[in-house]
């Protein structure tokens, strides 16, 4: 769905909107009410020019309910995760936090999620790590492996079907 959609004469999702209010206030984020709209999130934020809509707009939106349009929409995807915008507000509200919960309502609804997460998802499950181990470049370019650096293997879930429980466990609970 595109943003433009937000023009629409849609409801505000109230319910939605208390349930992210409390996911926040679980996390102890402060929640978005506290927003006064100042804009010092999108003046530092990262991916503003890949984002359809600002942090300060897509707080804006939470406040008001509409819901439903952030969580179809692909600019919850675009944001790097950088916690720029969370740094920068003078209220201690974090957009990157109120992103998260939106992105987690979106797959508890099942939406399609990018293909970059469903694989950083599944390295998670599989070794405990967003990515596998990279080599690292010396000054001359040359790779070392960690082997070759005198690392030992770099650790992973020794009960790998207990470690998957614990995590899914963790996200349903913060799922609400
Ligand atoms: S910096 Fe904080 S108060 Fe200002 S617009 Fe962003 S979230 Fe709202
Ligand atoms: S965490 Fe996301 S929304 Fe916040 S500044 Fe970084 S890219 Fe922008």
Not at 17 to 45: E, H, M, N, V, W
Not at 146 to 172: H, I, N, S, W, Y
Request: glycine share 6%.
């Amino acid at each position: 769905m595109s943003i433009t959609d937000l023009t629409s004469m849609t409801m505000p999702e109230k319910e939605t909107q208390a349930r992210i209010k409390k996911i926040l206030s679980t996390l102890q984020q402060d929640i978005p009410d506290f927003c006064f709209q100042c804009g010092k999130c999108t003046s530092g934020c990262e991916a503003m020019k890949l984002l359809e809509l600002e942090p300060h707009k897509i707080m804006s939106l939470t406040k008001l309910g509409f819901i439903d349009e952030l969580i179809n929409s692909d600019i919850i995807w675009t944001c790097i995760t950088c916690y720029k915008c969370k740094e920068r507000c003078p209220q201690n509200v974090a957009p990157v936090e109120v992103l998260y919960s939106i992105k987690n309502l979106a797959i508890a609804a099942g939406k399609p999620v990018p293909g970059e997460y469903s694989n950083i998802l599944q390295s998670v499950l599989l070794t405990g790590s967003i990515q596998g181990v990279k080599e690292v470049r010396t000054r001359d370019l040359e790779g070392k492996s960690r082997d070759q650096l005198g690392l030992p293997e770099a650790p992973k879930p020794t009960d790998q079907a207990k470690f998957q429980q614990v995590l899914m466990k963790a996200a349903t609970q913060t799922l609400g």
